[in-house]
């Protein structure tokens, strides 16, 4: 097994960045877009694929009907309406996104269209009810620099953002339909070849050109990038990566695309070597064979009426378990390609024997199909209305390695920082005009008015929070960089409460317990106001509120009050201040008498243990120096 050199092998990179804009309403009708886990409405359908105005099937689209899946879609009357249902015709663009997006194209030096055509963009995977997107390519071209790196951009385009994914049961999969219709820019970047540490900083820079303009939403699922990578000797094959949720993960994806890429060349010349061709007879029923094997996957798919099929390759043993590089190997490929249909997995011979296949049955199976030494084979379990499409993708994914190395696909970050299969890539019998929308007319006037409205730079926008609110130039970019930066202002803007203060717990705090495996997105922006509230009312100390955000972003609590009632945190008057301290005083005078006034230091831990929130710090202290140094004149 080699190591693998990114440097060695020539990598470009294209970044697709999709942010989601801050407007009152959706692209094409009057909803609000509100986050919403409550649903009055419920409805099914059943997406099929159609041939484009080419006359030509999407391969993405075909491909993914061979999973036949049902669509289950739930929405409310107050984030959807028949629109999203596909029940009504989409009613006029909205206007505040269409000049969000001619403000972003002006920004980033993009040449905006007079004519704007809206298209519709084949969708199958049931996250749009209408089985297409709207999008529209509102400007080409234009560049920005990430620090002193120029990046050039292909095209700023404004488009609809899909159904929120629900999960599946089966052969039913479920959407909720108030995300779906929110407008949101999607930005592609010219390819560029940079160090790979680079890659983030230019995301970084891109985001922060959207932030500036204080029209996009912030925070989790308002902005997703994807990625597209090829090889110097991938033979001009680009694979696009999506959903790269943090911009830490870029680096780490595009290493491990670009050694995928790399590595199956390697596997391709190892096919080319071996004499193998498929034939029908390659395939096997084994169900019965194996149902004494001692694998609880055989059988638990064998009480599940489902066959369990052999496929021989010919001349092709150790092909499956070939690793040009760590964690690259054909059988992996295949595994995850059969998990696109439902099917957990695939034993391939190099593998075997484990999981439960002994050599017994192995031994069985190789007389029972001919099977010899120098063959290699797969073992799937499927449902028998399957098993063909199964071993036909297969097949065809091998053959296509073999003869052209990297299949063209779409794949999926995965949070460990790889990539899998989503689905093949879609052509160019995608993509089709909407004959709902009339071509929308841009004005001179109006790009002229998007050009005034360019906002700031970055930097710019840092030295305005450091002047505006007395906050160091650290404590400025994070808050400018987090979600939680327009909830800041509020909370400047309507208390007296020091910013620096505020950002501190909005840009360390929350971010240490995040650190801690707590889920900030269970802390609504209302309750960290509404905890600022108390503060400045003093109905709250300053210690109390980490425990406070603690408790609900452990999912015990869900709102402010309800979790200073579960960690017992509530004000405590001077007077019942004064007594706790004197009595952790009076408990503890060998230490006064040993340490004198430095006794504060322990001192203060037991009482700020005891307290837990219910008083600040810096009342504490004063309380408890003034006792400490009464004790001592006693002594």
């Known amino acids: 097994m080699?190591?693998?050199?990114?440097?060695?092998?020539?990598?470009?990179?294209?970044?697709?960045?999709?942010?989601?804009l801050s407007t009152n309403k959706k692209l094409f009708c009057n909803c609000t877009p509100i986050e919403s886990d409550e649903y009055s409405i419920k409805?099914?359908?059943?997406?099929?694929?159609?041939?484009?105005?080419?006359?030509?099937?999407?391969?993405?689209?075909?491909?993914?009907?061979?999973?036949?899946?049902?669509?289950?879609?739930?929405?409310?009357?107050?984030?959807?309406?028949?629109?999203?249902?596909?029940?009504e015709p989409p009613h006029e663009l909205d206007e505040d996104a269409k000049n969000i997006a001619l403000i972003i194209s002006s920004a980033l030096k993009s040449n905006i269209f007079s004519e704007i055509y809206p298209m519709r963009k084949t969708v199958i995977d049931g996250s749009n009810t209408t089985g297409f997107q709207r999008t529209m390519l509102i400007s080409q071209g234009g560049y920005f620099y990430a620090g002193k790196i120029k990046i050039g951009i292909q095209s700023v385009c404004l488009e609809e953002d899909a159904a929120k994914i629900l999960g599946e049961e089966g052969s039913v999969r479920k959407f909720g339909l108030e995300r779906l219709g929110v407008p949101l820019v999607e930005i592609a970047t010219e390819p560029f070849e940079v160090e790979s540490s680079e890659i983030k900083k230019i995301a970084l820079s891109l985001g922060r050109i959207l932030r500036s303009t204080k029209k996009v939403k912030r925070g989790l699922g308002s902005i997703r990038q994807d990625v597209n990578v090829s090889i110097k000797e991938g033979r001009g094959i680009v694979i696009e990566v999506k959903g790269v949720q943090q911009l830490d993960q870029l680096e780490k994806v595009v290493e491990y695309e670009a050694k995928r890429q790399h590595g199956l060349l390697k596997i391709s010349n190892k096919i080319q070597e071996k004499d193998w061709k498929f034939y029908d007879e390659d395939r096997n029923d084994i169900t019965e064979l194996f149902s004494k094997c001692k694998s609880k996957i055989i059988q638990n798919a064998i009480k599940k009426n489902h066959k369990i099929v052999e496929i021989s390759f010919k001349n092709m043993v150790g092909i499956f378990g070939y690793s040009p590089y760590e964690g690259i190997r054909l059988g992996k490929e295949i595994a995850e390609l059969v998990r696109f249909f439902g099917i957990g997995g695939v034993f391939h011979s190099d593998e075997l024997p484990n999981y439960g296949v002994?050599?017994?049955?192995?031994?069985?199976?190789?007389?029972?199909?001919?099977?010899?030494?120098?063959?290699?084979?797969?073992?799937?379990?499927?449902?028998q209305e399957k098993i063909q499409t199964i071993i036909d993708q297969i097949v065809l994914r091998i053959e296509h390695i073999r003869d052209n190395g990297i299949p063209i696909d779409t794949r999926l970050a995965t949070q460990a920082g790889e990539t899998k299969f989503l689905r093949p890539r879609p052509g160019a019998a995608r993509m089709y005009p909407e004959t709902d929308i009339p071509p929308i007319i841009i004005t001179q006037e109006e790009i002229s008015e998007s050009q005034k409205n360019i906002p700031k730079s970055w930097d710019e926008s840092i030295k305005e929070l450091e002047t505006k609110y007395g906050i160091n130039q650290q404590l400025a970019e994070q808050i400018f960089d987090s979600k939680y930066y327009v909830l800041f202002e509020k909370i400047i803007k309507e208390s007296k409460i020091n910013a620096t203060f505020v950002a501190s717990i909005l840009c360390s705090s929350i971010t240490n317990l995040e650190r801690s495996g707590l889920n900030s997105n269970l802390l609504q922006d209302e309750e960290i106001f509404k905890i600022f509230q108390l503060l400045e009312k003093g109905k709250i100390a300053k210690e109390s509120i980490e425990i406070v955000f603690e408790n609900i972003m452990a999912g015990k609590s869900k709102t402010v009050q309800e979790a200073m009632q579960n960690t017992s945190i509530q004000s405590i008057n001077e007077d019942d201040l004064e007594?706790?301290?004197?009595?952790?005083?009076?408990?503890?005078?060998?230490?006064?008498?040993?340490?004198?006034?430095?006794?504060?230091?322990?001192?203060?831990?037991?009482?700020?243990?005891?307290?837990?929130?219910?008083?600040?710090?810096?009342?504490?202290?004063?309380?408890?120096?003034?006792?400490?140094?009464?004790?001592?004149?006693?002594?």
């Open 579 to 635: 007594k706790i301290i004197e009595n952790i005083v009076d408990k503890n005078k060998e230490l006064i008498k040993n340490q004198k006034e430095r006794a504060i230091g322990p001192l203060m831990g037991i009482v700020m243990k005891e307290l837990r929130g219910k008083a600040s710090g810096e009342t504490i202290n004063n309380l408890l120096l003034k006792n400490i140094k009464k004790k001592i004149e006693n002594l």
């Open 43 to 87: 409805f099914q359908r059943k997406l099929r694929v159609s041939k484009s105005e080419l006359g030509e099937f999407d391969p993405a689209a075909l491909f993914e009907s061979t999973k036949s899946k049902t669509i289950m879609y739930y929405a409310n009357n107050q984030s959807s309406c028949l629109v999203e249902q596909d029940e």
């Open 2 to 20: 080699e190591k693998f050199s990114i440097n060695d092998v020539g990598v470009k990179v294209g970044l697709e960045i999709h942010q989601q």
């Open 358 to 383: 002994e050599e017994t049955d192995l031994n069985e199976l190789k007389k029972y199909t001919g099977i010899k030494e120098n063959d290699a084979f797969l073992i799937l379990a499927s449902p």
